[in-house]
């Protein structure tokens, strides 16, 4: 019996050892996987944190710069302003990395709607602009003939001088132009008026399309993908028999009547039936001693079709290549504003005013430079018709003058 009472005491006490055991072991794991869940949750909510942190840095981030943009304030003004350099730029946000609209030179005009510190607003094609205060004022600048004008009297003949930017790319240039200078009211602003073809001999003689002798991206006269050009076409003949470059010459004669009269002086390429001045010649000519070229044509089609401008083509290869780079968008403004003043008088305009061409004259350009087709082959231009085109013409460059 004692022997039975031993051994019971000692299964006993093995088995509440056991069970200790047992509970320790439970006690270790469920600790171990308590320790692990805590430890997952601190990560868990340190992430949280951590993403919490940074999206609070982002919208604040994003709310100072909201708030930066906001605040630039505008005091709300109608008054016309003055650029004071050249080649100011006009922006589409008030800050100097956004996108380049155009630019403009000392003395042209604008309308100010708005005025900070740093910032004018202004409207430009029914739009808001902005333009650095820095460089513009309420005080027109006295904007002075240059000294290329001031050497050239009333009356001069102007040949090639071989010194000019690419006058070594002409190769008909032995004819000269001649200055006009207005009597009263100068503006000091020189428009070259070019009565298009009239060089005898002209389209027998090749020139480079390109000064960087790329060939041309559009077809014309000469067809796309030609390193050449022909030196000066020919041009079309009319309906009524009439040759295109007896036409010009006599819109430029009207033409340069009407500038005159309002005080711009007038370089005239061709007087005559005949100018021994290839395109690439003139245009270097109306480089150096004019404000603006204008070149007048009449187009080959014949249904009457109306005026519009040559405008540069969108190529991005072609709008790279200087001069064209440094200067299409002026020629844009400059037909812009002929195609409204035209407009404005009653002329039949073709389609939005303009069509893409590469021309040697615009490839060649320094200078806001255009070549304005009046019509074509079906238009009437009979006196009277070539005065109305005239006045919507110098209507159109008072505009452009006045930007």
């Not at 200078?181 to 009565?195: D, E, M, P, Y």
């Not at 009439?242 to 370089?267: C, F, H, P, Q």
């Not at 085109?389 to 003058?401: P, T, Y």
Request: hydrophobic fraction near 35%.
């Amino acid at each position: 019996m004692r022997l039975k009472s031993l051994v019971l005491t000692a299964s006993l006490a093995l088995l509440i050892c056991a069970c200790g055991a047992n509970s320790k072991e439970a006690e270790s794991v469920t600790s171990s996987e308590v320790t692990e869940e805590t430890k997952a949750v601190e990560e868990s909510s340190d992430n949280s944190a951590a993403a919490g942190a940074i999206n609070t840095k982002s919208v604040t981030t994003q709310v100072s710069t909201v708030a930066s943009k906001e605040s630039i304030s505008f005091e709300t003004v109608d008054e016309t302003i003055y650029v004071q350099g050249d080649n100011v730029n006009l922006r589409s946000k008030p800050d100097s990395t956004s996108e380049k609209i155009t630019a403009f030179n000392k003395g042209e005009e604008l309308k100010r709607i708005g005025r900070s510190e740093k910032w004018s607003k202004v409207m430009y094609k029914d739009k808001e602009a902005y333009i650095s205060s820095e460089f513009v004022s309420t005080q027109k600048p006295k904007v002075e003939e240059t000294q290329a004008q001031s050497q050239v009297s009333d009356g001069a003949e102007i040949g090639l001088n071989p010194s000019w930017k690419y006058a070594d790319f002409s190769k008909i240039n032995s004819g000269k132009a001649k200055m006009y200078k207005a009597s009263g009211n100068r503006k000091n602003k020189v428009v070259c008026v070019n009565a298009g073809h009239g060089t005898s001999g002209g389209s027998s003689v090749k020139t480079l399309s390109h000064p960087d002798s790329t060939p041309k991206v559009t077809g014309g006269t000469t067809a796309a993908g030609q390193v050449t050009s022909i030196a000066v076409s020919g041009g079309m003949t009319f309906a009524d028999g009439t040759s295109e470059a007896s036409v010009t010459l006599a819109m430029a004669k009207v033409l340069k009547n009407e500038l005159l009269s309002r005080g711009y002086d007038v370089l005239m390429i061709r007087e005559s039936d005949d100018v021994q001045l290839d395109n690439i010649a003139r245009t270097v000519i109306a480089n150096n001693n004019a404000d603006c070229h204008l070149a007048l044509h009449w187009d080959s089609t014949s249904s009457n079709k109306g005026a519009f401008y040559m405008s540069v083509p969108n190529v991005a290869s072609y709008r790279a290549m200087e001069p064209v780079a440094s200067n299409w968008q002026k020629h844009h403004r400059l037909g812009d504003s002929v195609i409204s003043g035209l407009r404005g008088v009653g002329t039949k305009i073709f389609s939005n005013g303009s069509l893409e061409m590469d021309l040697t004259q615009t490839s060649y350009s320094t200078i806001p430079s255009i070549d304005i087709e009046l019509g074509d082959k079906a238009s009437s231009h009979d006196e009277s018709v070539l005065k109305n085109h005239a006045k919507g013409i110098a209507d159109g460059l008072d505009a452009f003058f006045a930007q």
